[in-house]
């Protein structure tokens, strides 16, 4: 029986040396499930990845709704996640020598709240022990229900919302980033949320997601051209940092997670490359982050193979350029 596509045998099959091993990392962008999720992640987990091959010194942990508390009032729930990770990271603050440490935590609230999100913050606060960073409270929405997007209903025009704005606007008054992660054609409404609250530094999760699934499957080349425009659009806005990497789900289109073998390093940055460069050319590595967002993109590779295509693609860059983007950007922007 051939491996199931994500799983430890499936990866195994694509096994490479580590590029350029001594680059140091830190990776924006993962999550841990627990109990019952059907890609359970535990801390362990987090280390045996981080632990495969690649100098990667910190972790942030991006919300996902782990632990959210089972009592009281409902805008405090997203709480007991910060709580459940913040344990975590005590623990991995007593990891051996090499085991990454997770250095920051990126939370959930309702900024529909407004100004009344304080509250929330400021449990995120107490509960973070100095790991709280922000707030991701995103809009992935279907424009076709056959389209396996994440599940959820925002609210309509969640990012023109006047309450919505003081709440991302509250963050910036707090030097906390703001979060999103989204479809691509909803890039345009960011842009404007963007415009409309400079104050707040906003972090763009996986390029906007380019969705090549449902109504947009076999429209790779149309779907590009509509995506580039919108993120030099969205470089424009100096308080947008750009995260770099989560683009081997399965809502991408790549197909990755259901081929007998995984890609190489090469396939994937060959694949890939022309939305990293795009996406450099417009913010410049100083606004921009590599990611692993595991496990999600474990359905499609393995944590080596990925961290060696992003070292592939912007090989030719300057050493500077490349300290930026793998450690230095997320190290400012997240006040590790």
């Known amino acids: 029986m051939a491996p199931i596509p994500g799983t430890p045998e499936w990866h195994r099959q694509v096994v490479e040396d580590i590029v350029d091993p001594d680059r140091?990392?830190?990776?924006?962008?993962?999550?841990?499930?627990?109990?019952?999720?059907?890609?359970?992640?535990?801390?362990?987990?987090?280390w045996e990845d981080t632990g495969s091959g690649h100098r990667v010194e910190k972790t942030v942990f991006i919300e996902c709704h782990l632990a959210y508390r089972n009592d009281g009032p409902d805008h405090l729930r997203p709480v007991g996640e910060t709580e459940a990770v913040a344990e975590a990271a005590e623990r991995s603050e007593q990891g051996a020598e090499g085991q990454a440490r997770i250095a920051g935590i990126v939370a959930h609230a309702d900024l529909t709240l407004g100004e009344d999100v304080a509250e929330v913050l400021d449990a995120h606060e107490a509960a973070g022990g100095g790991r709280f960073k922000g707030i991701r409270h995103a809009e992935p929405s279907a424009l076709d229900p056959r389209a396996p997007i994440i599940p959820g209903r925002p609210a309509a025009n969640l990012y023109?919302?006047?309450?919505?704005?003081?709440?991302?606007a509250e963050l910036g008054k707090r030097g906390l980033t703001y979060e999103t992660y989204h479809m691509?054609?909803?890039?345009?409404?960011?842009?404007?949320?963007?415009?409309?609250?400079?104050?707040?530094?906003m972090i763009l999760d996986h390029f906007g997601t380019p969705v090549g699934v449902g109504p947009?499957?076999?429209?790779?080349?149309?779907?590009?051209?509509?995506?580039?425009?919108d993120i030099a659009d969205i470089a424009r806005r100096p308080n947008v940092f750009a995260k770099l990497g989560g683009m081997a789900m399965p809502v991408n289109g790549f197909?990755?997670?259901?081929?007998?073998?995984?890609?190489?390093?090469?396939?994937?940055?060959?694949?890939?490359?022309?939305?990293y460069l795009h996406t450099i050319e417009c913010f410049g590595p100083d606004r921009c982050m590599f990611e692993s967002n595991f496990p999600v993109d474990k359905y499609s590779l393995s944590y080596p193979v990925l961290w060696?295509?992003?070292?592939?693609?912007v090989q030719d860059f300057t050493e500077g350029e490349k300290d930026a983007m793998f450690s230095g950007t997320a190290t400012e922007i997240y006040r590790l």
């Open 24 to 46: 140091r990392i830190v990776d924006p962008h993962h999550h841990l499930f627990g109990r019952g999720h059907p890609s359970r992640y535990r801390l362990a987990d987090l």
């Open 160 to 168: 023109g919302g006047e309450a919505f704005r003081k709440g991302v």
């Open 184 to 201: 691509h054609y909803q890039n345009k409404d960011f842009a404007q949320l963007a415009g409309a609250v400079p104050d707040t530094i």
């Open 216 to 229: 947009f499957a076999g429209r790779r080349d149309a779907v590009f051209d509509y995506w580039k425009s």
């Open 255 to 275: 197909g990755w997670d259901q081929r007998q073998m995984p890609p190489t390093s090469d396939e994937f940055a060959a694949a890939q490359r022309a939305y």
């Open 308 to 313: 060696n295509g992003l070292k592939k693609i």
